[in-house]
Nanobody
Framework: QVQLVESGGGLVQAGGSLRLSCAAS????????MGWFRQAPGREREFVAT????????RYADFVKGRFTISRDNAQNTVYLQMNSLKPEDTAVYYC?????WGQGTQVTVSS
């Protein structure tokens, strides 16, 4: 059973950057996608970015294109989300996802 642990969230001013990490324990498959989602207060969880462990099939939500980058380190079994040019509307709890498995989430707060 795969387990996911996110880290790297915090408070940042608008225009700043954060890098989120998602460490996976257990056996992961290169053909399975790893994704980032987020949920703001009072809103549904929404898709942010995804990629396969093999490195292919990268997709982004339109609202993060050009600002966020998803990447992975297979040796560390870790997926990253580099977030640049952050906006107050990016404030949310960010979750890592692998198939049916979810991490506990990490809070990102962007002040104006």
């Amino acid at each position: 059973q795969v387990q996911l642990v996110e880290s790297g969230g915090g408070l940042v001013q608008a225009g700043g950057s954060l890098r989120l990490s998602c460490a996976a324990s257990g056996r992961t498959l290169s053909t399975t996608a790893m994704g980032w989602f987020r949920q703001a207060p009072g809103r549904e969880r929404e898709f942010v970015a995804t990629m396969r462990w093999s490195g292919g099939s990268i997709r982004y939500a339109d609202f993060v294109k050009g600002r966020f980058t998803i990447s992975r380190d297979n040796a560390q079994n870790t997926v990253y989300l580099q977030m640049n040019s952050l906006k107050p509307e990016d404030t949310a709890v960010y979750y890592c996802n692998y198939g049916s498995v979810w991490g506990q989430g990490t809070q990102v707060t962007v002040s104006s």
